[in-house]
Nanobody, 126 residues
């Protein structure tokens, strides 16, 4: 059974950096490489929103609030997705989720996903 497990969350000061990881299990290397992978977040009292996504060909998509600060990447050899977050702000505080779906087309940060991780918390203090 496919599973996504996030790690790397925690607390950081305003302006700091953090890298999230998402390890995927239950996929072969070939099938993982065909996944559209994304990061979503949900702040307390708010709806979940898309943050970034990476297509099977490595092309990326970002929500406007994180453009220029966040970088999504993937290592297909390790079945792992990453989110490098720089210049963090208090408004980035949220639970961050990794998600995936099979797709051969361009993967947008707001696309619907079919598999989800349990989330990892990120807190940015001022």
């Amino acid at each position: 059974q496919a599973q996504l497990v996030e790690s790397g969350g925690g607390s950081v000061q305003d302006g700091g950096s953090m890298r999230l990881s998402c390890a995927a299990s239950g996929y072969t290397g070939y099938t993982y490489s065909k996944l559209c992978m994304g990061w979503f977040r949900q702040a307390p009292g708010k709806e979940r929103e898309g943050v970034a996504a990476i297509s099977s060909d490595g092309s990326t998509s970002y929500a406007d609030p994180v453009k220029g600060r966040f970088t999504v990447s993937r290592d297909n050899a390790k079945n792992t997705l990453y989110l490098q977050m720089n210049s963090l702000k208090p408004e980035d505080t949220a639970m961050y989720y990794c998600a995936a779906r099979y797709s051969n087309s361009f993967c947008r940060y707001y696309d619907a996903m079919s598999a989800w991780g349990q989330g990892t918390p990120v807190t940015v203090s001022s």
